[in-house]
């Protein structure tokens, strides 16, 4: 009799989302800190949970003995800056369906928003959020910081060029020509706006974050 297939949810590895063999569930949690996932009977349950918080499937020992950080309640010294934008991106599948948003790290108020788009990944979402984020304000509001928890993707903002292993074809061409634009855009342009990474274990999971890890 052949093995009975499973699926596997990622919230929390390299590249978040629902993989259909053990194998490419393994390269996204193997060494990765942290690291949530789950295997699931079928693809729509392995989906529906993706889309929920991982909370509700898997027991955490660590969340029941600590109180999940919040930034607000530190002292002002400890605190990341508040007069901030945050930005997250959320990604269904590896590729999928790809959004990112920005939020005022103050009030949480949702600044932009964007997708979600086929065929994209979290770091090439994390990447376009940046790069909205700075554009959108370096003219108008010079040092707003701009946050992201994502070091791959600040990366690539600073060297003004991405390094995704996704390969173009037809069906992702528009994410490609966003790539394009973005780079294009740090190239031609000069900004001063800090990007900084945020520090989720001191700080919480960012504003920005879509609830689905």
């Given at each position: 009799?052949?093995k009975?297939?499973?699926?596997?949810?990622?919230?929390?590895?390299?590249?978040?989302?629902?993989?259909d063999?053990?194998?490419e569930?393994e390269r996204?949690?193997k060494?990765?800190d942290g690291?949530?996932?789950?295997?699931?009977?079928?693809?729509?349950?392995?989906e529906?949970?993706?889309l929920?918080?991982?909370?509700?499937?898997i027991?955490?020992?660590?969340?029941?003995i600590?109180e999940?950080?919040?930034?607000?309640l530190?002292?002002?010294?400890?605190q990341?800056?508040?007069?901030?934008?945050?930005?997250?991106?959320?990604?269904?599948?590896?590729?999928?369906?790809?959004?990112?948003?920005?939020?005022?790290?103050?009030?949480?108020?949702?600044?932009?928003?964007?997708?979600?788009?086929?065929q994209?990944?979290?770091n090439?979402?994390?990447f376009?959020?940046i790069?909205?984020?700075?554009?959108?304000?370096?003219?108008?509001?010079?040092?707003l910081?701009?946050?992201?928890?994502?070091k791959?993707?600040?990366?690539?903002?600073k060297?003004?060029i991405?390094?995704?292993r996704?390969?173009?074809?037809?069906?992702?061409?528009?994410i490609?020509?966003?790539i394009?634009?973005?780079?294009?855009?740090?190239?031609?342009?000069?900004?001063?706006?800090?990007v900084l990474?945020?520090?989720?274990?001191?700080?919480?999971?960012?504003p920005?974050?879509?609830?689905?890890?």
């Amino acid at each position: 009799m052949s093995k009975k297939r499973k699926y596997y949810t990622v919230w929390e590895g390299r590249e978040p989302g629902v993989y259909d063999s053990w194998r490419e569930c393994e390269r996204q949690v193997k060494g990765f800190d942290g690291a949530k996932y789950k295997s699931f009977e079928s693809l729509k349950e392995a989906e529906d949970a993706f889309l929920d918080s991982w909370k509700k499937f898997i027991k955490s020992k660590a969340e029941t003995i600590h109180e999940k950080p919040n930034y607000l309640l530190l002292p002002k010294t400890e605190q990341p800056i508040l007069d901030s934008i945050a930005v997250d991106a959320a990604c269904s599948g590896n590729p999928g369906k790809m959004e990112y948003q920005g939020v005022d790290v103050r009030t949480g108020f949702q600044v932009f928003h964007f997708g979600p788009v086929e065929q994209g990944t979290n770091n090439i979402g994390e990447f376009l959020a940046i790069v909205h984020a700075v554009a959108t304000f370096y003219k108008t509001n010079p040092n707003l910081p701009v946050y992201s928890d994502s070091k791959t993707a600040i990366s690539w903002v600073k060297n003004k060029i991405t390094r995704t292993r996704l390969e173009p074809t037809e069906k992702n061409l528009h994410i490609f020509n966003l790539i394009q634009r973005a780079e294009k855009w740090l190239q031609e342009n000069t900004y001063s706006n800090p990007v900084l990474k945020w520090d989720t274990e001191k700080w919480g999971e960012i504003p920005a974050d879509f609830g689905r890890k």
